[in-house]
């Protein structure tokens, strides 16, 4: 059974600096992408990130970019997001994804990734 647990959220300061981790359990994510998406109140689940599991290439939002960086811990199976400088508008429910080849060519579709996490709460006060 695919399960991925995500952990790490919280409320911040504006500036401020989180980091989620999804673990990955129940299959083998080698040729997977694994990416994280956000939800706020009232909006659409929007990609935030993604990393090959293979690789490590890497994807970002435009809004994130220079702020956020993804990575993964092969060993333990985890995906890793870490925010920094955190801004109010980055609040949000942040969920961890995982897809196959489905994903290659259009990664930023929520409907390209098989499995999801439950989500952790990002709060960031201004």
């Known amino acids: 059974q695919v399960q991925l647990v995500e952990s790490g959220g919280g409320l911040v300061q504006t500036g401020g600096s989180l980091r989620l981790s999804c673990a990955a359990s129940g299959h083998t994510f080698n040729s997977y992408v694994m990416g994280w998406f956000r939800q706020a109140p009232g909006k659409e689940r929007e990609f935030v990130s993604n990393?090959?599991?293979?690789?490590?290439?890497?994807a970002y939002v435009d809004s994130v970019k220079g702020r956020f960086t993804i990575s993964r811990d092969a060993a333990k199976n985890t995906v890793y997001l870490q925010m920094n400088n955190l801004k109010p508008e980055d609040t949000a429910v942040y969920y961890c994804?995982?897809?196959?080849?489905?994903?290659?060519?259009?990664?930023?579709?929520?409907?390209?990734?098989?499995?999801w996490g439950q989500g952790t709460q990002v709060t960031v006060s201004s």
């Open positions: 990393i090959r599991w293979n690789g490590g290439n890497t």
């Open positions: 994804a995982a897809g196959a080849y489905r994903v290659y060519n259009d990664y930023t579709n929520i409907n390209r990734y098989d499995y």
